[in-house]
């Protein structure tokens, strides 16, 4: 009898609504030499979504992109033959943050803040155009305060805002490998 209630209860346990939530999802799709990453269930508050990937299961992982917390897919174009690619989006959430002091040199523009988070996983430097949406410049340590960011000729006047940032939980880990030439 006690067999039964057991049976019971996990059965019901397993029929929850199907409505709930699935959680953060990725998935890859291999064609040729190229990966196609999609996701789901990012969490709404993020300010950024971090994709990046690394060739080993363990190993350290390379950022490719900061996309906008509504963008589900990215392509990584022209992979190496012969190797593995391990997957991971990571939401990141920034409060927003006050334009840094910049200093145009001949190259470059010397940018210094005040660091006012206490508890940052670090900083985006954030790009803030005329009739563009805001990017991601670059990626800082903890307790940055300053940054000398290159100049392109290509490059357009833009305000620059450090945006103290957390990690949130990762995606789960998604990989393919990419066929020998």
């Avoid at 291999?30 to 299961?57: H, K, Q």
């Avoid at 927003?96 to 940018?111: D, M, S, V, Y």
Wanted: hydrophobic share 35%.
């Amino acid at each position: 009898m006690r067999l039964l209630g057991l049976c019971a209860f996990l059965l019901l346990v397993g029929c929850g609504s199907t409505d709930q939530p699935q959680g953060f999802q990725l998935t890859a799709d291999l064609v040729a030499d190229d990966v196609t990453l999609r996701w789901s269930g990012a969490p709404s508050d993020a300010a950024y979504l971090m994709v990046e990937y690394a060739t080993e299961e363990n190993g350290e992982y390379t950022i490719l992109s900061f996309l906008p917390p509504d963008r589900q897919e990215f392509q990584h174009p022209d992979l190496m033959p012969a190797t593995t690619f391990y997957y991971r989006v990571t939401p990141l959430t920034a409060s927003e943050g006050r334009p840094a002091t910049t200093r145009p040199q001949p190259k470059e523009l010397q940018l210094t803040w005040t660091d006012t988070s206490t508890d940052e996983d670090g900083y985006l430097l954030e790009r803030r155009r005329t009739d563009q949406p805001a990017e991601v410049a670059a990626y800082l340590d903890p307790n940055t305060t300053s940054f000398n960011l290159p100049l392109l000729p290509t490059d357009k006047p833009a305000t620059y805002i450090p945006r103290p940032f957390r990690r949130g939980t990762s995606s789960p880990v998604t990989h393919e490998t990419i066929p020998a030439a």
